[in-house]
């Protein structure tokens, strides 16, 4: 099988996951969920190309974001997109860590700004960009 093949395969396969998971959310009645989930990889670029734009985002910056979006458009990665899980999951965390420098630099208040999506997606990328990642609630119990 040639490798445009196993590319269009791949993303069949993984627009047919993305899609059941949006139907399942709509079927449980989380239609927020849903929505917020089906815009958040648009609501990502539109923050990035905000924050590119944006004059007070220093140029070190600015060639990070250039730099992580050059990556994402290439056809190879550390890990191909090919392949099922991995393949995203290099980008998701490449990303993470991007936003996570941008965070630590003192750009929460920007990216509060600049976010177009909903408040429940920007907590999320928040919570994992902060420096002390994913923090647990505490337990009420004790």
Request: hydrophobic fraction near 55%.
């Amino acid at each position: 099988m040639q490798w445009w093949q196993w590319l269009l395969i791949s993303l069949g396969v993984i627009l047919v996951i993305y899609a059941s998971f949006l139907a399942w959310l709509v079927i449980r009645g989380r239609r927020e969920d849903a929505r917020a989930f089906a815009t958040f990889i648009p609501d990502c670029i539109v923050l990035v190309t905000r924050l590119v734009r944006d004059p007070r985002v220093p140029r070190r910056r600015k060639l990070l974001l250039i730099a992580l979006v050059a990556y994402l458009s290439l056809p190879f990665d550390l890990v191909p997109d090919f392949i099922p899980v991995a393949g995203q999951l290099d980008d998701a965390i490449i990303v993470a860590l991007v936003l996570r420098y941008f965070v630590r630099a003192g750009g929460e208040p920007m990216i509060r700004e600049l976010w177009p999506g909903p408040q429940q997606s920007l907590a999320l990328i928040l919570r994992l960009a902060r420096p002390g990642g994913v923090q647990r609630e505490p337990d009420p119990i004790g």
